[in-house]
């Protein structure tokens, strides 16, 4: 059971917008930042967004991000095949019982 | 750029203690604002974060598993780290290593990560 929650699949079509929901507790996403990550099959997670919304270099505008209160949303538009991949949201937890770094489940996008 | 690989065998007994290393390259260990952390992923399931440290050795490590995790640092030869102790089959994953940013307390993420590296526990 993870402490953040992410829907487990979402999918859209090709050139569709789809958004990836992460919701948690004031212990975490509501007083942390949050990142993203995208995990591509059979390869090493991969950073797609930091503090909130702020992407990487060479990570296309595509990609977004934003948080409000206890829960964050990784926005993915102009869908493309190459994007099916899992995703995960992680912040840092100060709770006694999960305090240090926590991660969502991970949600697999599925491009039709 | 900064490039991760972890290294370490790839099959540890039930009981036994499993350990990695990850070498740094392209970038120094020491470098300020930067920790380096462990994180596992179990076969078809999601990121576990196992513990970070710091070049002074200062470390952070998940309260689910801190009674069994040791990491250190070598800034000699830039790199860190993972001791798992009294493993099971519950601890066979991939096992990655990542710099951890953080920037201020509540400000973290990991960039890059190393490949990866399967670790299975069995007899």
């Keep these: ?112 | 750029q900064l490039q991760l690989q972890e290294s370490g065998p790839g099959l540890v007994k039930p009981s036994e203690t499993l350990s990695l290393t990850c070498t740094v390259s392209g970038g120094s260990i020491s470098s300020s604002s930067y920790y380096w952390g462990w994180i596992r992923q179990p076969p078809g399931k999601g990121l576990e974060w196992i513990g970070s440290i710091y070049y002074s050795g200062s470390t952070y490590y998940n309260p689910s598993l801190k009674s069994r995790v040791t990491i250190s640092v070598d800034t000699s030869k830039n790199q860190f780290s993972l001791k798992l102790s009294s493993v099971t089959a519950a601890d066979t994953a991939v096992y990655y290593c990542a710099r951890h940013v953080r920037a201020v307390a509540d400000n973290n993420w990991f960039d890059p990560w190393g490949q990866g590296t399967l670790v299975t526990v069995s007899s």
Excluded: H, M
Aim: one cysteine or more; charged letters at 10%.
């Design chain 1, 1 to 112: 059971q993870s402490v953040l929650t992410q829907p487990p699949s979402v999918s859209a079509a090709p050139g569709q917008k789809v958004t990836i929901s992460c919701s948690g507790s004031s212990s975490n996403i509501g007083n942390n930042y949050v990142s993203w990550y995208q995990q591509l099959p059979g390869t090493a997670p991969k950073l797609l967004i930091y503090e909130n919304n702020k992407r990487p270099s060479g990570i296309p505008d595509r990609f977004s991000g934003s948080k409000s209160g206890t829960s964050a949303t990784l926005g993915i538009t102009g869908l493309q095949t190459g994007d099916e991949a899992d995703y995960y949201c992680g912040t840092w937890d100060s709770s006694l019982s999960a305090g240090g770094v926590v991660f969502g489940g991970g949600t697999k996008l599925t491009v039709l």
